[in-house]
């Protein structure tokens, strides 16, 4: 696997290093629904900051780019080109990027209660709390079943990583609301899951969210793909989701919390290229 600073050196054909650092960021984000939040508030947001470029999102649920896998486990090759097509070098602008591949395993396992209800204790967040007159899954159990539910997106990533020589981060997905008031009342493509079987509790979706995120981070690194974790800005005493992220929808955010990961991308840039310039 390249160092991702030999892969950044390559990938924009680096030059005086006085060159890079001066260059306007342009974002290259490639995912699926959790990339519209950052897509939304671009539009907005990216005018305010002086070191960007005009951005390119790359939403692999657009038909063209389905299925996102051929059948030897390689990306669409559609999604490559596009990809190639956005980073190549210009002389406005240096290409970063970046993916909100799925997300959402988490909501498909533990949004709705399950007909067998259940529980697990995720070691390192023992204060989270622990639902009794359930079914206590084990830990291990819990983490393979939660890891084989996220087949798929971990197949894109590595084929992402395979795919293209530039080097990439992973998006964090957002984490998830405590209301489940709001939740019920905002049911979306849950609706009738959530009618006959009701929203789960907030420390076990919290729990899953944390699980798939520890997943996800895990195999990054496998695949030389950097990890973004959450903002501290974006989220609550607890940890969920901050109301001011919230859409009339369980499992998506909002432009503003877009606003805000723009703002740790465009950090995360900074970062990438002082580095490279060492």
Known sequence: MLDFRLRLRRSVGLGPEKQLLEKPVRLVGVGHSHLKAIAWAAEHTLPEHAGASAPHFIQMLEPRFEPNLTSSGELNPFILKAIHDAMEPCDDA????????????????????????????????????????????????????????????????????????????????????????????NPTHFDEQIAEHGVSPPSLRMKLW????????????????????????????????????????????NTWYGGLIIQQLLAAAAAERAEVAR
């Open 94 to 185: 240096e290409p970063f990027l970046f993916d909100c591949i799925s997300g959402n395993d988490h909501h498909f396992i533990g949004l709705v209660n399950h007909p067998r209800p259940f529980d697990f204790v995720l070691p390192e967040r023992l204060d989270l709390a622990l639902s009794e007159k359930v079914e206590i899954i084990p830990f291990d159990l819990m983490r393979a079943a939660l890891k084989e539910q996220m087949g798929y997106a971990l197949a894109m990533l590595s084929a992402l990583a395979r795919g293209t020589q530039h080097h990439c981060w992973h998006v964090q997905s957002p984490p998830p609301l405590p209301d489940n008031d709001y939740i019920r009342a």
């Open 210 to 253: 944390l699980l798939q995120s520890e997943i996800f981070q895990e195999h990054c690194k496998a695949e030389g793909i950097g990890f973004l974790p959450t903002p501290p800005t974006v989220v609550d005493a607890e940890g969920f989701l901050d109301p001011r992220g919230w859409l009339p929808d369980p499992v998506h955010a």
